[in-house]
């Protein structure tokens, strides 16, 4: 054996050293010799100076031969020669765990005792390591190794076998992991062997899943390799393997589960969290606190929730009532009721509320969706979780999200659409189309209980996707176009049966209507996508005013920061199929918002705009179309997340410049928390329930004026009073005239026209005996018990009004005006 002098052995005990090689040895006393001289003349190169400073140490697995004592002497001559002993035989795992944790070399060397794979072929090892890559392992399997000496075939036959298993459920791509010549990054392999806890020849499997799951390179670099008699491997040892590569595959699956569930528990924490935030100032005292940026909405949605809860306890029908608009009523099902969530939040509506039950529905809503698009860009488009937590948080906290997180739950909770538009990718893929059909239809009938706008954007959205990816990979549509129709022909019938009867309902049934007009133009100002929402940091009220129909249809307002990112990330990362399909959906969907005409800012140019083509079309005619802006908010967060998922392979300069630039686009979105505001109180006549005197069977309680979408007070003291009587009028979608045209409100008649315009104007007309018999017909029709007049603008002239109308002077009582009606009986 080749020898140093003691001063070059003894300089590299108390540090770290180039190279340690370690040998795992059982009963090796024929070989371990002449290999350890192998290996030391090797490194020496002859002048002692071709691999620098280095280390042997031979892991004695517990041999019953001489092979401890031919390794001791080993280091007794040559001190760079090191032992470690196990008491007992244990495997070559424990033996290789051993003598790796006990390395000090920046790199480290393991192979077997018969160097098969001769210790030359570490030259080529080597230089994969020098080209960036963590690890170098010797392969039989790649193009350009050299067997000059095969196994048995039986063996080799058990060893392929092996390795296809192996590449099948652990470490795919890599041909040849059980070839015992491998070349590490020295504290990469100390950290990857100290974790490893498998003793057997399946370590090699866990030492290499430990380098691709921490995201390691790997290189498989072809050797020389020659089989060597008195192998210590058994036919059972074969077996063995396998069972450990099975205990590998569980702990590996139970390892991502546990780690899987702790960041996704994280990440529905943040997500709740950031919605709490968001509604902080309501959860102070929902019962109390009123969103004013909602306008009449917060009333009108916690109204649905308590009026659907009531038709729950009686087991009326859920899809309609006369509580509102008496005494047509309204259909529950043609308006936003969002039955998919006031009937499960029943008995919490029972309990706390209906305040409290929309808070949670809310709050609660917004951080389910944000987690299901969390999940949905994590298992489509990115593998890093922060990338797809941003995306998610984009999706979800848009401007136009916050939006109509003050007033529309129906359009901020959409936790199913991530999950629809998932099940609609499985079916391209064309696996279990059977079963993926009629999941979706199922989550599709649950969405149409949970709002049919907002899945008619999403699928308008999925349809432009669609569109893009096909012109792109027209492969991919030609595969996919046939299992997609097919499970979408069943899920049509999975979901029809479960819907027909609602859907009859909703068109055909009473107080059913035909569309609801908006007007000729709702669309965006091309202005608004490049501006900033009121509720964002940067945005003002005035300007975002100008530019939207009110405060809850603020639908684009992306400001233009993000604009100019999206366009730098198309543009960058345009040879991605998913980006170009991603940067069409978010360009046409802002496109189609504008309407069917717009005009170019700062000029008198007005251009046709492609939403003509949709206006009048069934369903789309009922949409306002600058709400189809809300598409891009998820086609804008995966973009994002495309982006962000690069970044960690940058140079820390660049990583730490685009972390910089996106900040820069989102910090003046970010949404301030919704103010609140304390409500009016309700009139002690209606909270003590003084009304009760004056309102007998079947008849009404009629507000002065009549409530409608511009003052929906009185249906908070409706839902205060237990909903223990009817109001005619009301904010709700029902018809009106012959051709059942959508309108906002109860039909108008002229009394409630009449009440409502003094209120606004302030000024009456002169009440004559006209005037007078159309009042009592009016009354007559709302079956009119008593007329109640709050507190409010122009309540005076109101009360004058009421008094000549009815022919007799209101009483002040509990707090409101009071004329009793109880006497006048018919309609007309």
Not at 371 to 379: D, S
Not at 643 to 648: M, Q, V
Not at 654 to 659: H, L, N, S
Not at 727 to 750: E, Q, T
Request: include cysteine; charge should be neutral; hydrophobic fraction near 50%.
């Amino acid at each position: 054996m080749t020898t140093e002098p003691a001063d070059r052995s003894v300089a590299v005990l108390d540090g770290l050293v180039d190279l340690t090689v370690v040998v795992p040895a059982y009963n090796e006393e024929a070989r371990l010799g002449p290999t350890l001289d192998a290996i030391s003349a090797y490194l020496d190169d002859g002048d002692g100076d071709g691999w620098g400073e280095w280390e042997i140490v031979v892991a004695d697995d517990g041999s019953t031969d001489r092979t401890g004592e031919i390794a001791e002497l080993a280091a007794a001559s040559d001190p760079r020669v090191r032992v470690v002993t196990s008491p007992r035989n244990r495997g070559k795992g424990h033996a290789l765990r051993q003598g790796v944790i006990a390395s000090r070399g920046r790199r480290v060397l393991v192979t077997d005792a018969d160097l098969a794979a001769p210790i030359e072929e570490l030259d080529a090892l080597d230089k994969a390591l020098g080209e960036g890559h963590t690890a170098a392992i010797g392969s039989r399997a790649t193009p350009g190794a050299t067997i000059t000496r095969h196994q048995h075939y039986l063996r080799e036959l058990l060893g392929r076998t092996g390795n296809f298993l192996i590449r099948a459920t652990a470490v795919p791509g890599i041909k040849d992991t059980q070839c015992g010549f491998k070349l590490f990054d020295g504290d990469r392999a100390r950290a990857a062997f100290g974790a490893a806890r498998l003793d057997g020849f399946g370590i090699d499997i866990e030492i290499l899943m430990h380098f691709r799951r921490s995201g390691w390179p790997v290189a498989e670099v072809p050797v020389r390799w020659s089989h060597q008699e008195g192998s210590k491997i058994r036919p059972f040892d074969y077996l063995r393997v396998l069972a450990e590569l099975v205990t590998l595959r569980a702990r590996l699956v139970t390892l991502r589960a546990r780690s899987a569930s702790k960041a996704d528990f994280l990440m529905a924490a943040l997500f709740l969290f950031l919605s709490v935030v968001l509604y902080a100032a309501r959860w102070v005292s929902p019962a109390h606190r009123y969103l004013p940026g909602s306008m009449q909405d917060q009333n009108q949605w916690e109204w649905f929730f308590a009026v659907t809860a009531d038709n729950v306890r009686h087991l009326h029908n859920p899809l309609f009532t006369t509580l509102q608009g008496f005494p047509d009523g309204v259909n529950l099902m043609a308006n936003t009721a969002m039955l998919g969530l006031s009937i499960p939040l029943a008995p919490l509506t029972w309990a706390f509320g209906p305040a409290v039950a929309l808070n949670v529905a809310m709050t609660g809503g917004l951080a389910a969706t944000a987690f299901a698009w969390y999940r949905l860009i994590l298992k489509r488009l990115v593998r890093n979780r922060g990338a797809a937590a941003t995306g998610a948080l984009l999706a979800t906290f848009a401007p136009p999200m916050i939006s109509h997180a003050q007033a529309h739950p129906n359009f901020v909770v959409l936790f199913m659409i991530p999950l629809i538009i998932d099940r609609a990718l499985r079916l391209c893929e064309g696996g279990r189309v059977v079963r993926d059909g009629v999941v979706l239809g199922l989550f599709t009938a649950y969405q149409i209980f949970l709002g049919e706008e907002p899945l008619l954007l999403a699928a308008l959205g999925m349809l432009l996707f669609a569109l893009a990816h096909a012109v792109v990979r027209r492969d991919v549509a030609k595969a996919a176009w046939r299992p997609l129709l097919r499970g979408m022909g069943i899920a049509a019938a999975v979901a029809l049966p479960l819907v027909a009867f609602p859907l009859y309902w909703q068109f055909a049934g009473p107080q059913s209507y035909k569309s609801v007009l908006h007007g000729d133009n709702a669309g965006n100002s091309p202005l608004a996508l490049l501006s900033f929402a009121q509720n964002s940091l940067a945005g003002t009220e005035e300007r975002a005013a100008a530019l939207s129909l009110n405060p809850t249809e603020q639908n684009a307002f992306y400001g233009w920061p993000l604009a100019v990112l999206a366009f730098a990330i198309a543009v960058r990362l345009w040879r991605n199929t998913a980006v170009k399909a991603l940067a069409f959906t978010v360009f046409a969907a802002a496109l189609l918002s504008l309407g069917p005409r717009f005009r170019i800012p700062l000029t008198d140019v007005v251009l046709p705009g492609p939403w003509a083509l949709l206006a009048h079309r069934p369903l789309f005619e009922s949409v306002i179309e600058s709400r189809v802006a809300m598409v891009c908010a998820p086609a804008l967060g995966m973009l994002l997340a495309l982006a962000l998922d690069r970044l960690p392979k940058l140079d820390a300069r660049r990583r730490f410049v685009g972390i910089a630039v996106v900040a820069a686009a989102l910090l003046p979105i970010v949404p301030a928390p919704l103010r609140a505001v304390e409500r009016t109180d309700v009139p002690a006549f209606i909270a003590d329930g003084t009304w009760r005197r004056y309102v007998g069977p079947g008849e009404s309680l009629v507000p002065v004026p009549l409530p409608d979408p511009g003052n929906a007070e009185a249906l908070h003291w409706q839902t205060a009073a237990g909903l223990g009587f009817h109001l005619p009028g009301g904010y709700f979608n029902g018809p009106y005239g012959p051709d059942h045209v959508g309108i906002y409100g109860a039909a108008p008649r002229w009394t409630s026209n009449l009440l409502r315009d003094i209120r606004y104007s302030g000024r009456a007309p002169e009440i004559t005996d006209a005037w007078r018999a159309q009042a009592r017909r009016d009354l007559a029709y709302w079956h009119a018990g008593v007329l109640v007049l709050a507190p409010q603008q122009n309540d005076t002239l109101l009360r004058k009004t009421v008094d000549q109308l009815v022919g007799e002077n209101g009483v002040w009582t509990g707090g409101v005006w009071v004329w009793d009606l109880s006497s006048l009986q018919g309609g007309s």
